[in-house]
């Protein structure tokens, strides 16, 4: 599954009053794991930078000037998108901004349902907390020491490691090799001991279920791993 991690920063806060976006930044997620893939442009907003916003994203005028009109990127940005779900910290901001720019262009508007509010998310699974992008990075000891000002491929590469910890957290992965034995595992307030069992726990599986599994196996082919397993059991 793909999906795109995004956030905009902008003149300002109502897009509906001419306010653009300056900076867009896009991590792709690939099964959630990010694949090493980004969108990123500055983009010439074609008016005035309020004081307030440049405080926030640390962008002026000056900077912007010689940047990438929207029109200029649209089809690239579009083409990155493509068909994946999109995912932000209240999305409800960053898409209407996203579509006031694409409908300046004459393309098709973002729709609500191929977008997933990180926000919200947030707010069901901690209710009464304080979610903002800081916070959620707080409470999940993800590094954000470099988010002195909002930029929106920093702040997009953040938010992508808190969606992951909003859905369920990483996953060990399968593995099929040896590992070294764990003696502790990491939690929020510490190191929690875990005791290595006294001996291997065995398990009870009848002679027809191991006749079955066989069975089974023999029909992956010669070349199946499981084989592996076989031969291992047998010496």
């Keep these: 599954m793909r999906e795109i991690v995004f956030d905009t920063e902008t003149t300002g806060l109502d897009p509906g009053a001419g306010d653009r976006i300056v900076e867009i930044g896009c991590v792709e997620l690939v099964n959630h794991i990010p694949s090493g893939k980004s969108f990123h442009s500055y983009v010439n907003p074609e008016r005035a930078?309020?004081?307030?916003?440049?405080?926030?994203?640390?962008?002026?005028?000056?900077f912007l000037s010689d940047k990438p009109l929207f029109a200029a990127i649209a089809d690239e940005l579009l083409a990155f998108l493509d068909d994946a779900v999109l995912i932000a910290h209240n999305a409800d901001f960053d898409v209407a901004f996203l579509n006031a720019e694409l409908a300046r262009t004459g393309r098709d508007a973002i729709v609500n349902e191929r977008v997933v509010?990180?926000?919200?998310l947030a707010r069901r699974k901690h209710p009464g907390g304080p979610n903002s992008l800081d916070a959620l990075c707080a409470r999940y000891t993800i590094d954000s020491t470099r988010r002195t000002f909002h930029g929106a491929l920093l702040d997009a590469e953040l938010l992508s490691e808190v969606y992951v910890e909003l859905i369920g957290g990483r996953q060990a992965a399968l593995a099929l090799g040896e590992e070294p034995a764990r003696t502790t595992?990491?939690?929020?307030?510490?190191?929690?001991?875990?005791?290595?069992?006294?001996?291997?726990?065995?398990?009870?599986?009848?002679q027809d279920a191991l006749a079955a599994?066989?069975?089974?196996?023999?029909?992956?082919?010669?070349?199946?791993?499981?084989?592996?397993?076989?031969?291992?059991?047998?010496?």
């Design 49 to 62: 930078i309020p004081p307030d916003a440049a405080r926030v994203h640390g962008l002026d005028e000056a």
């Design 117 to 120: 509010d990180t926000l919200m």
């Design 185 to 206: 595992v990491a939690v929020a307030d510490g190191d929690l001991a875990v005791r290595a069992r006294p001996t291997a726990r065995a398990f009870a599986l009848s």
């Design 213 to 235: 599994h066989r069975a089974a196996i023999a029909e992956l082919g010669k070349d199946a791993i499981w084989l592996r397993y076989l031969a291992a059991d047998a010496e």
